[in-house]
């Protein structure tokens, strides 16, 4: 499990916000997400993962924030569509980056 999994799943979200946009050319917050442009994303997943997400789902845990972390499996399924071999190493990405190192108060060493 990732150190920190709701900071995990904002940065998610970010980077599957961008997915979208250059996938879809849907250039929007999830917030103003139309049904059209939520059937377009399920389109797509489902041709890139071969699995979906509802549209009650991208309405509890993307629109709206919802308080509780998503199911695993489907952490799994957006992180494929981003690109990454899975939730894990997403969030391990995002773990090693030097931002996520900065916010935890961690010192960055730039050598030449």
Known sequence: MPENPAQCLEALKVELQAQIAQ????????????GQDISLFQEDLLAKCQSSVSEK????H?????PKLPRIDVLQILARYCDY????AFCQKQDTEPTAQARRGGKLWLLP
């Open 23 to 34: 996938r879809l050319a849907i250039h929007k917050d999830f917030s103003d997400y139309s």
């Open 57 to 60: 789902w991208f309405y509890t």
């Open 62 to 66: 993307l629109k709206n924030q919802h």
């Open 85 to 88: 071999g899975s939730w894990e």
